[in-house]
């Protein structure tokens, strides 16, 4: 099993680009979600999913859009990317018995200038 | 408001000696808590967990002791091995409450030093 991968590992992008984050598991995970980690403040979530077709928001979810069409695959829109999105994110997914234990991915460093 | 409080940045510790990484909560809700380990460029993992109805959860060389009543948990790594050096973060839940996700602390990064 490769996990929870995640694409691409390194993304620049000019204040008002949009770009999708892939997210994809092959664990057969139905709990998924998006973090990003920020220097100083931990892990704060921004969406989840517990299976497809189903999304919620979390803790930051302002600028962001998500959708589970598979259960394999949880792609993170920006539509139109802030100087405040530069960050770390991190994916991750879970079995729903052991939902909190989640398997994270090895992010994305993406730069907003 | 800070729900999951990780007071300590950083922590150095001989090789050989007990780690203790602290952590705080101050949502009376929260009855499942989890510690992560994450190193430079990797996503964090999972690491060990314990549920409120315990106040002891042991693995290998970690532990994590909870009390309830002065809400905090703390991780215990003995003995501290150079391989530990990482951020570790304190994770809280409410376990009962359906799909309620994780809230996570700031992270404390552990330096074992040789």
């Known amino acids: 099993n490769a996990g929870v991968t995640q694409t691409p590992k390194f993304q620049v992008l000019k204040t008002g680009q949009s770009m999708t984050l892939q997210c994809a598991q092959d664990?057969?995970?139905?709990?998924m979600s998006w973090y990003r980690q920020d220097p100083g403040m931990g892990l704060r979530l921004i969406h989840y999913s517990v299976g497809a077709g189903i999304t919620d928001q979390g803790e930051v979810p302002n600028g962001y859009n998500v959708s589970r069409s598979t259960t394999e695959d949880f792609p993170l829109r920006l539509l139109s990317a802030a100087p405040s999105q530069t960050s770390v994110y991190f994916c991750?997914?879970?079995?729903?018995?052991?939902?909190?234990?989640?398997?994270f991915g090895p992010g994305t460093r993406l730069t907003v200038t | 408001d800070q729900q999951v409080k990780q007071n300590s940045p950083s922590l150095s510790v001989q090789e050989g000696r007990i780690s203790i990484l602290n952590c705080d909560y101050t949502n009376s809700m929260f009855d499942y808590f989890l510690w992560y380990k994450k190193y430079p460029a990797e996503g964090p993992t999972f690491l060990i967990s314990i549920s409120s109805i315990k106040d002891k959860n042991e693995d290998g060389r970690f532990t994590v002791f909870l009390n309830k009543s002065a809400k905090h948990l703390s991780l215990h790594i003995v003995p501290s091995q150079p391989g530990d050096s990482a951020v570790y973060f304190c994770a809280a839940s409410r376990l009962n409450s359906g799909n309620t996700p994780l809230v996570f602390g700031k992270g404390t990064r552990l330096s074992v030093i040789a």
């Open positions: 991750a997914s879970s079995t729903p018995g052991r939902v909190r234990e989640q398997y």
């Open positions: 664990m057969n995970h139905e709990y």
